[in-house]
Each structure stands twice: as C-alpha cells, then as structure tokens.
C-alpha cells in the first residue's frame, strides 16, 4: 500500500493539510524515506542542502512533508521550521552505533522546543536491512523514548530502501493524526 492508499483512509478529515516534519542526522535515510514514501525512484540520492519538500493531494486531503537536511551545520535552522508542525518524524540510522549519542542528543534538544510541544513523534529506526543494524527496541532503551510523556510516540523498524516497515510508521501517523 503506497502513500496515496494511506492518505485516503484519512477521507473523513476531507480539506486538511498535513504538515509533516521529516529530522534526523545526515545519512539517516530521510530523503530515501521520503521518495519511497512518494512512490519516487530512489536510486540516485545526494545529500539534502536545505530542504526538500512533498505534497500530495488525494481526495481534498494535502500531505505536505518537509524533509530538512541533517548536517552539523544546517541543525539549527531546524527550528525555523518548527511552526505548524502536526507530526513529527525523526529517523535514526540503525546500523551507525557511532552516533547514537549524537543523534540522542538532538532528538532531546527537539523534544524541548516549546513548538513541538505535544506534538506526535514517529521514530524510524531505518536501515534494518543492513547486518549491524541496532533493533528498535535496543534504539528505544538507549535513547531512554520510555520516559517521554508529553506527546504520544512510536518508534518503527524500517528499511526506506526496501520499504518495509514505512507503510506501518505511517498508518501509525494516520491514526495519531485522527487523535489530534
């Protein structure tokens, strides 16, 4: 099932837009994410320099995904996209223990912000596929995720170059959206 067949089951909410915002370290997978998300080729993929953005209209419904690059030196300009944010996704390389402190760290510098407050958080755990990726629950322990009670959460194991698991993230996302 691709993004427009999980778009239409959120019918009910005809009219609304959606804005999506799509973080997490450089070499994550967020624009694979996204181009799979899109039904997008995604053999050809270069480092994000600034932003990429998706939308997608279905049945009166607009999903708008801003997929915002993850080097050092473009993550303080994350918070300049922070309004109006209605999910939150964050993506974590499974397979790249050297960073998991790292990429801790900004996803409680995000976790603080007083626009993201409350604000529903889906973790993909990407690049499953690989030998030496970390299960989500090992990411979910190390990352202490039990203790965030401010927003609902979820963290779901993924490969964005196969697809599995995205379409579960985001039926995930259907729902907590229906909440809101």
Same mark, same amino acid.
């Given at each position: 099932?691709?993004?427009?067949?999980? =778009?239409?089951?959120? +019918?009910?909410?005809?009219?609304?837009?959606?804005?999506?915002?799509?973080? #997490? =370290?450089? @070499?994550?997978?967020?624009? &694979?994410?996204?181009?799979?998300? *899109?039904?997008?080729?995604?053999?050809?993929? &270069?480092? &994000? /320099?600034? !932003?990429?953005? +998706?939308?997608? /209209?279905?049945?009166?419904? +607009?999903?708008?995904?801003?997929?915002?690059?993850? /080097?050092?030196?473009?993550?303080? $300009?994350?918070? @300049? $996209?922070?309004?109006?944010?209605?999910? =939150?996704? $964050?993506?974590?390389?499974?397979?790249?223990?050297?960073? !998991?402190?790292?990429?801790?760290?900004e996803l409680a510098e995000l976790l603080a912000e007083e626009k993201l407050s409350g604000?529903?958080? =889906?973790? $993909?755990?990407?690049? /499953?596929?690989?030998?030496?990726? *970390?299960?989500?629950?090992?990411? *979910?322990? #190390?990352?202490?995720?039990?203790?965030?009670?401010?927003?609902?959460?979820?963290?779901? *194991?993924?490969?964005?170059?196969t697809g599995e698991g995205v379409k579960d993230g985001m039926e995930w996302v259907c729902?907590?959206?229906? +909440?809101?």
């Amino acid at each position: 099932m691709g993004l427009l067949a999980i =778009l239409r089951k959120l +019918k009910s909410t005809p009219d609304r837009e959606l804005r999506i915002l799509l973080l #997490g =370290l450089d @070499n994550a997978g967020k624009t &694979t994410l996204l181009k799979t998300l *899109a039904s997008e080729d995604i053999t050809h993929i &270069t480092p &994000t /320099q600034g !932003f990429n953005i +998706k939308s997608v /209209q279905t049945d009166g419904f +607009k999903l708008n995904v801003w997929d915002i690059g993850g /080097q050092r030196k473009i993550r303080p $300009y994350w918070r @300049n $996209y922070f309004e109006n944010t209605d999910i =939150l996704i $964050y993506v974590i390389d499974s397979a790249d223990r050297k960073r !998991f402190e790292e990429t801790g760290v900004e996803l409680a510098e995000l976790l603080a912000e007083e626009k993201l407050s409350g604000i529903p958080l =889906l973790i $993909y755990a990407n690049k /499953q596929d690989l030998f030496n990726a *970390a299960a989500a629950s090992e990411i *979910a322990e #190390g990352l202490n995720l039990h203790t965030i009670r401010d927003r609902v959460w979820q963290i779901q *194991a993924c490969s964005a170059t196969t697809g599995e698991g995205v379409k579960d993230g985001m039926e995930w996302v259907c729902k907590n959206v229906k +909440k809101k």
